[in-house]
């Protein structure tokens, strides 16, 4: 079966527990993709091919197989870099850093969060920034800062 169209998320969808749900583990880096095969935890496959331009996939995406039945895409958790800068100085020198290196991020409640990289864990131990190495399952995908339309 080909999925062209994300219903919903599964956090948005009312009275959800009157739905049959398969669930697909995906990877973070799988987000980005309009194309894509997924086996689900039913051992059902699926191909996913995204039509509309505007959408993405996200942990929680979900896609109508029938009625009441669903197929819900789960993000794997991946070991991430987060820095918690300590001042606006230290951002900032922290920012320039990383748009040095060319890794996607992302910046949420003052924490900067990028996938496990031993480049960017060299740079910031030679610059003594601290970090921690987390586990984390991300909701959307890492991207590129793009300044071009104020985000």
Known sequence: ?????????????????????????????????????????????????????NDVLENGSAFLLGDKHLLVLSVLAD????????????????????????KPVEVKNGEITLLLDKVVVNTLEKENIDYSIEKIKFDKPLKYVDLSNGQ
Do not use: C, F
Request: no cysteine.
């Open 79 to 102: 070991e991430a870099i987060v820095i918690r800068p300590k001042d606006i100085d230290q951002m900032g020198v922290i920012a320039h850093l990383l748009g040095n290196l060319h």
């Open 1 to 53: 079966m080909i999925l062209t169209e994300i219903y919903r998320n599964v956090d948005d969808i009312p009275k959800i527990d009157s739905y049959h749900i398969e669930t697909a583990v995906v990877k973070s880096d799988d987000l980005l993709k309009s194309i894509l095969r997924v086996k689900s935890d039913h051992g059902n496959e699926y191909g996913i091919r995204l039509e509309n331009k």
